[in-house]
């Protein structure tokens, strides 16, 4: 079957809405813990029934809070009332099956949307590829429990139900669950969204991806697209090694990716996957068949031998504590003898050393400068390689410019309060903080507003306007040294609703 892939109708801008849509179909994973059949908040010590069906399991007490959309329907309220009538089927039936609740959930839209179904059923599910495997195998207990409702009734039917598991697998995206309140935990969904399916692959997208708390799938452009060429997103985490990405992009998805990344050993110059050479000791070696060739000094080295190598920097990091600075300094210093610098492990560990960095920096009341340079230092050396790899609007890039704007003015107050810059050196600070910080809100405003980065960019506008108030008043301070700054006046109304471009 020829594949289907949407392209520009038109220019579009960086930062430009492509499409929305309502998910045809939402519920927990195959492997999800209990969950209110209507909210799908968690249900972690107890729960009640439907009182109209007697079966569905739902949240206790005062109920399903008002602000988390419901998809217990009436349609299938009376399904499960007449399962309870004539068959018998109790709530604990529903419970050991929550699993498969999504794929039931398809399976009624048939008779409920059937023109969304027909979209559905038409959806890239690689049934043949999934026949008589570990996954075919795995989805058996879903097929008996949808037969076990008298849905099905032959074999044909019973592969009906192993294809809408396979359209799920291949075509849903993850969607964060609602969150128990004062608690925060939540389940992760997974929603088919028909329109978004269309969306081809590149492992360096063109598109950003957000669900809001509707659970309306928005995709904008993050660069600038021209009209007639193809609409990317990315299925793949763009901070993992080519090898990783295919991996996930086979098992998942079931086709090999050969995009311009993929087909590139240095990863478009960041050599995410490549390790120091032994020979030159500055050169780099990515891999080619079973031989790994430097691009410096053309040493060629067994895959067996550097293979070997990383493979062991990645069991480390599996191991080490994550949260520790001193395990995750110690870590950088030895794979850094053996990797790339930019290496997706190396990587790895230094977003959760700037991670574990902020939390000192915000802990402490006297936090170092030695912390403060070292979390500025790692946003540094990420940005490149995001600018490289995610080009345009980046949710990471937004978080990590956003950190690194805090950390600078933190610095900076703090040395311009013991005297060790001058006025003027402070302003520059603040001026080259505002910049990220600007940078970053550009991207965080399309997010939706009660995410966590949506929360962010609400946090993010408070402190633009109070940096834009401090600039102006360090402004005045220094102007008596002499120096003349090239920037606009801040009006108070400027400040509180700064112009993102």
Excluded at 164 to 178: H, L, M, Q, T
Excluded at 242 to 265: E, N, P, W
Excluded at 292 to 307: D, L, R
């Amino acid at each position: 079957m020829k594949k289907r892939y949407l392209v520009a109708a038109k220019d579009l801008r960086a930062g430009e809405r492509i499409l929305s849509d309502q998910p045809f179909v939402l519920g927990p994973n195959s492997d999800t813990s209990l969950v209110c059949f209507n909210c799908y908040l968690p249900l972690i010590s107890k729960f009640v029934v439907c009182k109209n069906c007697g079966i569905a399991p739902i949240c206790p007490g005062d109920g399903c809070p008002e602000q988390f959309a419901k998809w217990h329907s009436r349609q299938e309220c009376d399904f499960f009332r007449n399962l309870k009538l004539n068959k018998g089927t109790s709530p604990m039936t529903m419970v050991q099956n929550v699993g498969s609740l999504l794929v039931l959930r398809a399976l009624l839209k048939q008779n409920d949307s059937p023109q969304e179904w027909k979209v559905f059923s038409e959806l890239e599910s690689h049934l043949d590829r999934r026949r008589d495997s570990s996954v075919w195998e795995y989805y058996d207990n879903t097929v008996k429990f949808i037969q076990s409702l008298g849905l099905l009734e032959n074999g044909q039917n019973q592969e009906l139900v192993q294809q809408i598991c396979a359209a799920i697998d291949v075509n849903s995206f993850e969607v964060r669950g609602p969150p128990i309140p004062a608690i925060g935990c939540a389940e992760v969904l997974r929603g088919v969204y028909l329109q978004a399916t269309l969306l081809a692959h590149d492992c360096v997208a063109n598109t950003h991806m957000s669900i809001n708390d509707n659970n309306v799938l928005v995709c904008h452009a993050s660069t600038d697209i021209k009209k007639g060429e193809p609409i990317y997103y990315n299925y793949t985490d763009a901070l993992k090694g080519t090898a990783i990405r295919q991996q996930h992009l086979m098992i998942g998805k079931y086709f090999k990716c050969t995009c311009s990344r993929c087909s590139d050993v240095t990863e478009m110059g960041t050599y995410m996957s490549s390790a120091v050479c032994p020979a030159c000791k500055t050169g780099y070696m990515s891999q080619h068949g079973e031989l790994w060739v430097c691009h410096s000094c053309k040493n060629e080295t067994e895959h067996s031998v550097v293979g070997h190598k990383v493979q062991c920097c990645s069991d480390k990091l599996e191991v080490i504590n994550k949260k520790d600075e001193k395990e995750l300094e110690e870590y950088i210093r030895y794979v850094s003898l053996v990797l790339a610098p930019n290496h997706y492990l190396l990587l790895d560990a230094k977003q959760r050393l700037a991670g574990v960095l902020r939390d000192i920096i915000n802990r402490e009341p006297r936090p170092t400068k030695k912390v403060m340079r070292r979390k500025m230092e790692l946003c540094k050396e990420l940005l490149p390689v995001l600018e490289t790899l995610s080009p345009g609007i980046c949710r990471i890039k937004a978080i990590t410019l956003y950190e690194l704007h805090a950390t600078i003015v933190q610095l900076a107050k703090k040395l311009f309060d013991a005297r060790e810059i001058t006025g003027a050196d402070f302003a520059d600070e603040l001026l080259c903080a505002e910049k990220h910080l600007k940078h970053a809100l550009e991207m965080l405003v399309i997010e939706p507003g009660n995410s966590p980065e949506g929360e962010l960019c609400a946090k993010a506008l408070e402190e633009y306007r109070a940096l834009k108030l401090t600039i102006a008043k360090v402004m005045d301070s220094v102007h008596a040294e002499g120096k003349v700054y090239k920037i606009e006046d801040v009006t108070e109304e400027e400040a509180l609703h700064p112009e993102i471009d």
